[in-house]
């Protein structure tokens, strides 16, 4: 079972950047595509990014994309987010999560193993 503790959250400027890590347990996290998502208070929990096992291949929210940029190493069995010219309307708390679909997930029902999140709040 993979276990995910995420961090990196903080409070920031609109413009601002922030980089968010999601470090994994277990020896088979390398074979997993992984994803961001993120959750505003009164409001459902969105995809944010996506990235395949390898790295090979990302997928992006439309209201992200040229702006934030996923990645990972699988040697530090690491996923990482990184935000730039953050937004008021960023602010949520982020989470990572295992893709069950194999790279396919993008709705909260296809990924799992989900961390405790870490919390954005870009202000104004």
């Known amino acids: 079972q993979v276990q995910l503790v995420e961090s990196g959250g903080g409070l920031v400027q609109a413009g601002g950047s922030l980089r968010l890590s999601c470090a994994a347990s277990?020896?088979?996290?390398?074979?997993?595509?992984m994803g961001w998502f993120r959750q505003a208070p009164g409001k459902e929990r969105e995809f944010v990014a996506s990235?395949?096992?390898?790295?090979?291949?990302?997928y992006y929210a439309d209201s992200v994309k040229g702006r934030f940029t996923i990645s990972r190493d699988n040697a530090k069995n690491t996923v990482y987010l990184q935000m730039n010219s953050l937004k008021p309307e960023d602010t949520a708390v982020y989470y990572c999560?295992?893709?069950?679909?194999?790279?396919?997930?993008?709705?909260?029902?296809?990924?799992?193993?989900w961390g405790q999140g870490t919390q954005v709040t870009v202000s104004s």
């Open positions: 999560a295992r893709d069950l679909r194999g790279g396919r997930g993008w709705s909260p029902p296809d990924f799992g193993s």
């Open positions: 277990g020896r088979t996290f390398s074979s997993y595509a």
């Open positions: 990235i395949s096992w390898n790295g090979g291949n990302t």
